[in-house]
């Protein structure tokens, strides 16, 4: 059913002439006739009936009126529905704990009027992350990207958004928990953690070279019963760690005495990249990449620094 011939039909039958709905919609007389007319051939029943003084609605079109008034509510609900600005920004973030999802929520304290749709996708990878950005499934993704910018899908554009510091999370029975900073390297021969790894991911690969490139062995294998039942674990264990970021937002109880200690020389980063379309006209999405740069700009980590060869250069900015 077409919406301009709705819209034709409720103009004419609340000003009762075609000559003035004609006026009112800016079109010919003829226009409005035809419109009209294809209505009527559409539902199948006459809505008007031709007087000297303009136009009356019959039965049909007195029962057909309400409907047709529902049906451009409901076009206009649904363009605004998809109009820019007018819906949440919809951010897929790999976990709820982690900094990108901490700074979605600093956003969000710092611009209340923008209404923000968190989500953590299905298919958690890079390259679902891509198509959900591509097909406008998401308004943004934070991801490690491991290709090469070459290899992005068309009109997709990227940004190094957060630096995220690494530390080693302990509880206080392990050899290491007196340490205030590590090395990297100094891990060696410690039992590393960090169940839930998913093969194929980009932080699967990003932990991957990290054990390289210091010669750690990272266990990702076994059931993984949660955040809380992996620092219960820690809280007891005399030899076992885990690998947190540093804004990671992670809560246990006091009795814990869990000992978050930075890793320096170098400082290992997680390089978490903004991901949008190019074209993407949602203004909360500006509002977001410029947050970030400012964010980014504000702090810069204790160099020097570590990262996984595959790390988008820095000068890709988040206002480009």
Known sequence: MDL?????????AELGQFQEAAADLAVTQQAVSKRVAALEQA????????????????????TFLPHARELLRAAERARNAVRPGSRALRVDVTHRRIAPAV????????????????????ENNLTAALAAVRTGAVDASFRAVTLPADALPAGISTARAIDHELE??????????????????????HR???PGIVPGTEWATFYHDFADAFGLSIDGIGPHFGDEALLDQLSTSAD????????????????????????????????HSLIWATVNPHPGLAALRAYLAAAR????????????????????????
């Open 168 to 189: 080693v999370l302990v509880g206080p029975r392990h050899p290491l928990a007196r340490e205030r900073h590590l090395e990297p390297a100094r891990l060696a021969g």
């Open 103 to 122: 700074a979605l929520h600093d956003f969000h304290v710092a611009h209340p009027d923008q209404d923000l749709d968190v989500v953590t996708l299905a």
């Open 43 to 62: 539902v199948g029943a006459v809505l008007f009936a031709r007087t000297t003084r303009g136009v009356r609605l019959t039965l049909d079109g007195q």
């Open 192 to 194: 590393i953690w960090i």
């Open 4 to 12: 301009d011939g709705v819209r034709t039909f409720v103009v004419a």
């Open 240 to 271: 076992l760690a885990t690998i947190v970021g540093r804004r990671d937002r992670y809560l246990w109880p006091a009795r814990y005495d869990l000992r978050r200690i930075p890793l320096r020389n170098p400082t290992p980063i997680y390089p």
């Open 297 to 320: 700009h504000a702090r810069t980590p204790a160099a020097p620094l570590w990262t996984p060869t595959w790390t988008m250069p820095d000068h890709r900015g988040l206002q480009s």
